[in-house]
RNA sequence: GGAGAGGUGGCGGAGCGGUUGAACGCGCCGGAUUCGAAAUCCGGUAUGGCCUUCGGGUCAUCGGGGGUUCGAAUCCCCCCCUCUCCGCCA
């Protein structure tokens, strides 16, 4: 969400952000709408105001007489009537009008309410403008010591890089024909030392993250609409969302459905939505929390894209980290850098060869004000030569994003300057999130780049004592 | 799933159609007293919107949304949530 009257001093700003994100939103309307509403509430907050006064005044009075006409009879009765209608004649005059500029009101107000909603958070200036997430702009890579991804995996390593999936069905690991069987298109499922390696890695970021200071947080994956409106994935990504509810008879005997759940797309919405309508004391700021969490994506309008493999699924695990700190722009860009470095020392402790990406304008979601995107190098993908063989490319794993107070607007999380016991104004408090971990899509760089001439996959070093201490698969 | 009870300020807890934005208690803040503290006494103590000549004014909010009424925390309807008992169950 907006600021309201930010967006009323300087609508431009907000008409260079939306168009900046190739958003179509009307902003003129707004401001309309909103000028509109703020003229009609003056109107009726004066109105209300008066007869606030006269019921204030002859409500006793009201209340005397109807006591009276209860014991008078006859034209005493009639006289005291008289005078009570006359009594309540004023405030009544005062309520149609209050009445139809409360239903004009009413009718402006839905869809006033429906466009902030729609308004992106404007990118920051130092945001590079691009049409998508070709426009996004390398900002640095780091590769291990022995590979170079710039230059073919054979040509390094003296033999031809095996797919994630060619590997998977060696050493079973992964089983699509029966995902697609059991779940539909973009499924899988995880086998063997597949499912160990998918466990592995997971718990093993987790672990990692919470070494750094992150609490973490079990919190529901099926949640409120309320919760996706806060977080800022409603209305908008609505299409992405599995829906859970129950199918009940209606009326008409018909099998009626009623959404009463949505399934999350990322460990954010419970990590955010849990301090949602909150007022935090200023001292228990920064908020850092992290969980690991079922995640479910309809990819809808993905159709024909990444559909092999284990790239783009409708179900994944993900290690999260939020974290919610000061309205302050200096330690909230400090925190997204901060984010970004966990990853990164993840990685090298990985040795897989990572690439950050500075994430153009068109290629911000709705609620971004900036957003770095990690992407590791991924043998199997890119252009396939004439022998067969794939060029490898660099693959989206990670992504941390920087809000400003966007979320928490919709959120309603603020914070008190001062303290618990202070009497500072409430702030609404900004907020970042960035990936830890999404498996089994991580497991595609950590397979593919871990294999060997002979077809087996060597264990990383640090994935060790989550396997038992297994060395190798194969 | 069945039956019942209930949701009021930071907390406890009154009120159940009109000077109630809300008694009283606790907590918290400021002051007095004190060498200092405890105790005591006095005062203050919600959030949001709109307007503002920046003094303030005003509206809304007693789980949420509608309705009745001149007037609703109080009456009616729908929804959400909590608790108790029974049933079922990883």
């Known amino acids: 969400m907006i600021d309201l009257k930010h967006l009323r001093e300087d609508p431009e700003h907000y008409k260079k952000g939306a168009a900046r994100k190739h958003a179509r939103v009307d902003i003129d309307r707004v401001v309309e709408l909103d000028a509109r509403k703020r003229e009609l509430m003056t109107k009726r907050e004066s109105l209300k105001a008066e007869q606030n006064t006269l019921s204030k005044e002859s409500g006793p009075k009201i209340g005397q007489l109807a006591g009276r006409i209860k014991k008078a009879v006859g034209a005493e009765a009639s006289r005291l009537q008289a005078e009570m209608d006359e009594l309540k004649a004023g405030p009544a005059r005062l309520k149609s009008e209050i009445e139809g500029l409360e239903s004009e009101l009413a009718g402006l107000e839905p869809e006033l309410e429906k466009l902030l909603l729609m308004i992106p958070q404007p990118p920051d200036p130092d945001v590079p403008d691009g049409p998508g997430s070709e426009g996004n702009v390398e900002i640095r890579r780091w590769s ?7 230059k073919p995996f054979a040509g390094q390593k003296g033999f031809v890089a095996k797919s994630h999936t060619e590997l998977g069905e060696v050493h079973g690991l992964m089983d699509f024909e029966r995902g697609v069987k059991l779940s539909g298109s ?29 609490t973490p947080v079990s919190a529901p994956s099926i949640v409120r609409e309320k919760a996706m409106v806060g977080t800022g994935f409603f209305p908008a990504g609505r299409e992405q969302t599995y829906e859970v509810g129950i199918h009940e008879a209606n009326d008409a005997g018909e099998r ?20 949602m309508d909150e007022i935090l004391d200023e001292d228990d700021l920064p908020i850092k929390l992290c969980t690991l969490s079922p995640c479910y994506r309809r990819e809808a309008g993905a159709a024909g894209k990444d559909t092999a493999g284990l790239y783009r699924v409708h179900y994944f695990e993900k290690v999260e980290q939020v974290v919610i700190c000061k309205a302050d722009e200096g330690e909230s860009r400090q925190w997204h850098r901060k984010m970004i470095t966990y990853v990164e020392s993840l990685l090298q402790s990985l040795n897989l060869p990572y690439r950050l990406l500075q994430c153009c304008a068109g290629d911000l979601g709705q609620k971004n004000a900036d957003m770095i995107d990690v992407e590791c190098w991924m043998p199997s993908r890119g252009e396939v030569d004439k022998d067969g063989v794939p060029a490898g490319d660099w693959g989206e794993t990670h992504s941390a994003s920087r809000l400003y107070d966007f979320q928490c607007r919709r959120l309603n999380l603020r914070y008190r300057a001062g303290g618990a016991n202070g009497k500072g104004a409430t702030t609404f408090c900004h907020s970042l999130n960035n990936t830890v971990l999404a498996s089994p899509r991580f497991l595609i760089p950590l ?19 989550y396997m038992n201490g297994q060395e190798r698969i194969g």
């Open 256 to 275: 009626a459905w009623e959404a009463d759940g949505y399934l999350t797309g990322t460990g954010e919405v419970g990590l955010m939505g849990f301090h």
């Open 186 to 214: 973009r499924s899988y499922v995880l086998t063997g030392d597949g499912f160990r390696l998918h466990q592995a890695v997971l718990r093993y970021a987790f672990d990692q993250i919470v070494a750094q200071g992150f």
């Open 447 to 465: 397979i593919e780049m871990n294999q060997n001439a002979d077809g087996s996959i060597t264990i990383p070093e640090v994935l060790r004592p």
């Open 144 to 150: 291990p010591p022995g590979f170079d991804p710039s």
